[in-house]
């Protein structure tokens, strides 16, 4: 596609639910990245994809956060166990490479009640 | 640990008035800098990047940065908003180093209002 796709848009779900969020990057995009962003809070960084392998998950905030990559394009936000903390959106960026420009999706807002 | 700071969190100007956004990193080394805006209802995009070279970087829409390494500051400017420009802004940064590279670190971010 054009862009980073992110899907669904928008997520509600009961506190301890499991959610998946799916991204799409950009064709030929090697790394990509995912970040969570609060109301009134830059994007924070959560895992790095450089193709298949998870190159840095440093951000992940604890064992209910994981993410896949298998073919080394489309990957997948794993959230286990949902609370209300988790609330937020999350963003998924695309790059030629690692540390170069980051093209980001629309995000994932996700609501957790 | 890597930071950065953003010290303006809210910033209200006239259209054609100056903006300077100020944005300040933790670390020396080798870095790699950016501004994203948000504007609103849509997704972040780059505004402009310093990768290396002349540290007066220009980006789209007449905005331009300077990277200030003894200060470790990245501020964002442009000599005259216009109404348009009303978004948020956010600085990144990448850790130092090829090794730590992949891991770009953002701001709190500025909201700035332009009155028409």
């Known amino acids: 596609g054009a862009g980073v796709s992110q899907t669904p848009s928008n997520k509600v779900t009961e506190k301890g639910k499991y959610v998946e969020l799916r991204c799409d990057p950009i064709s030929g995009h090697t790394a990509l990245y995912w970040y969570r962003q609060s109301l009134g809070q830059g994007p924070e960084f959560l895992i790095y994809f450089q193709g298949t392998g998870a190159a840095d998950d440093s951000g992940l905030p604890n064992d209910r956060f994981f993410a896949v990559r298998p073919e080394g394009s489309v990957s997948t936000l794993k959230i286990q166990r949902t609370e209300r903390g988790d609330s937020a959106v999350y963003l998924c960026?695309?790059?030629?490479?690692?540390?170069?420009?980051?093209?980001f999706g629309e995000g994932s807002r996700l609501t957790v009640l | 640990a890597q930071s950065v700071s953003q010290h303006n969190h809210h910033v209200i100007l006239s259209e054609a008035a100056s903006l300077e956004l100020g944005c300040n990193y933790s670390y020396g080394g080798t870095v790699n800098l950016f501004w994203y805006v948000q504007y609103p209802g849509q997704h972040l995009q780059l505004l402009l990047k310093?990768?290396?070279?002349?540290?007066l970087v220009k980006g789209i829409k007449g905005f331009e940065a300077e990277f200030i390494k003894s200060k470790f500051s990245f501020n964002l400017r442009k000599p005259s908003v216009q109404w348009s420009d009303t978004a948020e802004y956010f600085c990144a940064v990448t850790g130092p180093g090829y090794s730590s590279a992949s891991k770009i670190i953002f701001g709190s971010g500025t909201r700035l209002s332009i009155r028409p």
């Open positions: 960026a695309s790059s030629l490479d690692r540390g170069r420009e980051l093209f």
């Open positions: 310093y990768f290396s070279g002349d540290p």
